[in-house]
Every structure is written in structure tokens, then in C-alpha cells.
């Protein structure tokens, strides 16, 4: 994986978990952390204190990452995002069934397309908030000049 310095998975991993905020900001659970990949905020799960879905709650940052398992949640579809496909037939939502590994080369296909198109939209989800950050920074300074 490359490290850049604005993706919050890459800063949460670049420090060794000795050195790293690898507890839950609210409470400071170390167990069951979940990471918000728009922001970087650090949460405990909702075995813990849910304070990972109350950030969820307050921003709409949609997608979470089991710090430990390395899995990838959607607050909205309420599912694992890397576990699923669309059904062509009905074109409901299912899970991935291995089948003796028949499917294992149209999943890494799946993976690799899913991968590429949940990376646009968080790169999209980043720079909307950015940019309603840096509007708001400049609200604030614009309200100065006036007075």
C-alpha cells in the first residue's frame, strides 16, 4: 500500500501501534476500533460504546475500517461493503459464495472494479468535506473583516 499524507488509513498506520491514537476518541476503548476512512476519527464499535456510529450519526462519513480485521463498512447499505455483489438476476444485493473457487477469478475482477470505484467515491466524500471545511474557515475570517 503507498502512504500519503491525506489518506486517513495510511496516517493511522504509518506509526507503530505503541505510538499511534489507536484507542477510541470518545471513551479510549482499545478494542473493537473502527476508522472513518473520510476523516480518520478513531471510534469503538457498537459492542463497545458505538461511538464509531455516533460519528457516523453526526457527519454522514459513510465508510468505516475494522482497524483489526481490516474490513470496510457502509453506515448506509448497513452491510460489508467487500462481501457483496449485485445479483444479475433480480438485481438484489447478495453475499460472495465460494463455489470450490469457480467465482475466484470474477471476484478478484468484482474486487479490483469495487475497490477502484469505493476509492473515487471517497476521494469525492474527502473533497466535499474539504472544501466545506476550508468555506467555513473562510466564513468565519470573512465575518472578521467586517467588524
Not at 501501534?17 to 471513551?27: A, F, G, K, N
Not at 477502484?116 to 469525492?124: D, F, V
Request: glycine content about 10%; overall charge negative.
Amino acid at each position: 500500500m503507498t502512504k500519503c499524507s491525506t489518506c486517513p488509513v495510511c496516517r493511522f498506520h504509518a506509526l507503530p501501534p505503541e505510538q499511534s491514537s489507536q484507542v477510541c476518541m470518545v471513551c479510549g476503548n482499545t478494542e473493537g476500533l473502527w476508522l472513518c476512512l473520510i476523516c480518520g476519527y478513531v471510534g469503538c464499535g457498537r459492542y463497545e460504546g458505538g461511538h464509531a456510529r455516533g460519528h457516523f450519526e453526526r457527519t454522514n462519513h459513510t465508510y468505516s475500517m475494522d482497524v483489526e480485521e481490516r474490513c470496510v463498512w457502509d453506515y448506509v447499505g448497513d452491510n460489508y461493503v467487500h462481501r457483496l455483489i449485485q445479483n444479475k438476476a433480480d438485481g438484489k444485493i447478495v453475499a460472495v459464495q465460494d463455489q470450490d473457487g469457480v467465482l475466484e477469478e470474477k471476484f478478484e475482477s468484482l474486487t479490483l472494479e469495487y475497490s477502484y470505484l469505493l476509492t473515487q467515491q471517497l476521494e469525492s466524500q474527502r473533497d466535499f468535506f474539504e472544501k466545506k471545511t476550508s468555506f467555513c474557515g473562510a466564513g468565519s475570517h470573512g465575518e472578521n473583516l467586517h467588524h
